[in-house]
Nanobody, 125 residues
């Protein structure tokens, strides 16, 4: 089992920045690829970014490429999402997820076995 706890969400003005963190406990963090997804009200959950177990491979949704950066610190069992130049359309609940497929950067939620409870990000215009 892996337990994931997100933090760092909040209210920010358009153009601002936030850094989300996802702390993992349980089995060896470095055994898992990690990803961030988000879900806005009335919309389906969508892929945001993913990172392989070593951090060597990353992938981003086109809507966040160049603005968001995913990273991980395996010594701290934590994955991060640095979000810059935030837009109102980035408003959503953000979830981190863990996949036992270490090298994956899959955009599909089905590849991820463990999920956090989510953290709200609200961007005002």
């Amino acid at each position: 089992q892996v337990q994931l706890v997100e933090s760092g969400g909040g209210l920010v003005q358009a153009g601002g920045s936030l850094r989300l963190s996802c702390a993992a406990s349980g089995r060896t963090f470095s055994s898992y690829a990690m990803a961030w997804f988000r879900q806005a009200p009335g919309k389906e959950r969508e892929f945001v970014a993913a990172i392989s177990w070593s951090g060597g491979n990353t992938d981003y949704a086109d809507s966040v490429k160049g603005r968001f950066t995913i990273s991980r610190d395996n010594a701290k069992n934590t994955v991060y999402l640095q979000m810059n130049s935030l837009k109102p359309e980035d408003t959503a609940v953000y979830y981190c997820a863990a996949s036992p497929i270490r090298g994956t950067t899959s955009r599909g939620p089905g590849a991820y076995t463990y999920w956090g409870q989510g953290t709200q990000v609200t961007v005002s215009s």
